[in-house]
């Protein structure tokens, strides 16, 4: 494609849709309008997507009877948590012992 060629469309609007064309109207570049719009929409649906799939291994993951995810991880926090405070502890205890 040249850098004069455009990929062009030509949409017609339904009467019931007549608000969308008066608004499209307003917008100075109509075909940026429609493309960040179109660009969000698929955007939104690969995030959908990504959570269906994370939702679907949790759920997997529970059936089954695994520890989930989300959960180990806060565990490890809590664990390390812990053993930060016995280690802080411990050079307190050996600081008042000498």
Same mark, same amino acid.
Request: glycine share 0%; proline share 0%; aromatic share 4%.
């Given at each position: 494609m040249t850098k004069s060629s455009k990929l062009? $469309?030509?949409i017609s609007f339904?009467?019931?849709y007549k608000h969308v064309?008066?608004?499209l109207s307003k917008q100075a570049n109509r075909s940026d309008y429609i493309c960040r719009?179109?660009?969000k929409e698929l955007e939104n649906e690969e995030t959908i997507q990504r959570l269906e799939e994370k $939702?679907?291994?949790l759920l997997n993951a529970l059936v089954d009877g695994q520890a989930l995810p989300v959960f180990e991880k806060?565990?490890?926090d809590s664990n390390d948590q812990t053993e930060q405070k016995l280690r802080d502890e411990?050079?307190?205890l050996i600081k008042n012992l000498f």
């Open positions: 062009r $469309l030509s339904r009467e019931e064309y008066e608004h719009i179109i660009d $939702l679907e291994k806060e565990q490890t411990d050079i307190d």
